[in-house]
């Protein structure tokens, strides 16, 4: 739930669980009200050289679009993250978060930082985390071509469905996996095993060989980590029912199948 009031949190929940996160703006208690934005969210000028951009995403993902328009701006921004759940927020080795819940499970993530200038160039951009604040420092200089736009982008969806073929070779059926946009270009390799989970449950077994098979876990493990990087937008990821469990590096040497 967005609201155009800046002091009120962003709500960010999964109507399916119990997943739902409170998300305090940058300079919250001195923006201005929101305005609708042409992008389909809400835009408040935060009075420092910036503006922050709650666009709402097709596959449940959220993106705070943050825009700094000259060096005088600041460049660092503080986003304060609180879980229903009361779990934590954890800095991940690849420069994603993990939004974990009271029992350490992933439940949502925070997608790896970035910042680009008016020509697209790369600006260097990090997280760190100071208790329930999520800070995402930026840095600029006066050469620097503005404006800069950097942002957080929070999803808890990985999985948009998943279906079965029968008869693509001779190790079908085949269950084919199609991650969202956010599983699929965004979301850090801490959320493989909740990407995992979610196939699961978003798989039908009536009628179907059961998916939870070690084998079919490797290759599933191997689309995660190694093909998203490799080939992001390939249209779905194929996991083979009768394909013998090679390991998990022996399927990566196979290109996953």
Not at 85 to 113: H, K
Not at 166 to 193: C, E
Not at 217 to 238: I, S, T
């Amino acid at each position: 739930m967005i609201t155009t009031d800046p002091e009120k949190p962003v709500v960010y929940e999964d109507s399916a669980t119990t997943m739902k996160l409170h998300v305090r703006l940058p300079n919250a208690d001195k923006a201005s009200q929101g305005k609708r934005s042409e992008l389909g969210g809400v835009t408040f000028d935060n009075f420092d050289d910036s503006t922050s951009t709650v666009l709402p995403k097709t596959d449940g993902s959220l993106q705070i679009a943050t825009v700094i328009e000259s060096s005088e701006a600041p460049n660092e921004y503080e986003y304060t993250v609180t879980s229903k759940s009361g779990g934590e927020m954890v800095l991940e080795r690849d420069g994603s978060v993990s939004i974990l819940d009271e029992n350490g499970e992933w439940e949502a993530g925070v997608a790896r930082p970035w910042a680009k200038d008016a020509n697209g160039n790369e600006i260097p951009t990090e997280y760190r985390i100071d208790g329930d604040k999520l800070i995402q420092h930026v840095a600029f200089d006066n050469d620097t071509d503005f404006p800069v736009v950097a942002d957080p982008w929070l999803g808890y969806n990985l999985i948009s469905k998943t279906s079965w073929a029968m008869d693509l070779w001779q190790y079908s059926p085949t269950l084919k996996v199609y991650p969202t946009s956010f599983g699929r270009y965004h979301a850090g390799l801490a959320a493989r095993w909740a990407a995992w989970s979610e196939t699961l449950s978003k798989t039908t077994r009536k009628g179907w060989p059961n998916p939870d098979t070690t084998s079919m876990k490797n290759q599933f493990l191997c689309h995660f980590d190694v093909v998203r990087l490799r080939a992001p937008n390939k249209e779905y990821w194929g996991l083979d029912s009768r394909l013998p469990n090679r390991g998990y590096w022996g399927h990566v040497k196979k290109n996953c199948n």
